[in-house]
C-alpha cells in the first residue's frame, strides 16, 4: 500500500504543477495581448497628435501665405514621413474662398498616415481676421 500511496503523490504533485504552469500561461497570454492593445493604442494617439499639428501647421501656412502680397487659393501640400519622423507620409489640403469684402476663409483637412488603413483625418475652417490672424469659429 506504501507504493500506491508515493505514486499517488507524484499524480497529485504533477496534476498541481500543471495546473500551475497552465495558470502562469494563462496570466503571461493575458499580459501579453494587454501589451499589444496598448502598442496599437499609443500609435493610434501618437497618429492623431501628428494630424493635428499638420492641421495647425496648414492653418499657419494659409495664413502666411495669404499675408503675402500674390494671390493664394490653396494647395494639397504632401509632407515626406522623413519629415515626419519616418513613420508615415501627411498630406494637407488648403483652401481659401473669399467672399467679396468679408475676411477670406480658410478650411484645412488634414490626413496622416496617408493612404494607410487605419488613416486619421482632421479638418477645420476658421475665418482670417486682420487683428488675429487664425481665430476659431
Do not use: K
Not at 498541481?16 to 493610434?44: E, K
Not at 522623413?82 to 488648403?94: K, N, R
Not at 484645412?108 to 482632421?122: D, K, N, T
Amino acid at each position: 500500500m506504501n507504493h500506491a500511496s508515493q505514486s499517488q503523490r507524484r499524480g497529485a504533485a504533477l496534476i498541481a504543477a500543471l495546473v500551475c504552469l497552465v495558470i502562469v500561461m494563462a496570466l503571461l497570454g493575458h499580459m501579453l495581448v494587454g501589451a499589444l492593445r496598448m502598442g496599437r493604442q499609443m500609435r493610434v494617439e501618437r497618429d492623431r497628435c501628428q494630424c493635428e499639428l499638420l492641421l495647425q501647421s496648414g492653418l499657419e501656412r494659409a495664413a502666411f501665405q495669404l499675408a503675402a502680397a500674390e494671390p493664394y487659393s490653396g494647395e494639397v501640400w504632401n509632407v515626406p514621413s522623413d519629415e515626419l519622423g519616418g513613420s508615415g507620409e501627411g498630406q494637407v489640403t488648403i483652401q481659401v474662398s473669399r467672399n467679396g469684402d468679408s475676411p477670406p476663409r480658410i478650411h484645412v483637412l488634414a490626413e496622416y498616415p496617408m493612404g494607410g488603413e487605419h488613416s486619421i483625418r482632421r479638418s477645420r475652417s476658421v475665418e482670417l481676421r486682420t487683428t488675429h490672424p487664425l481665430s476659431q469659429e
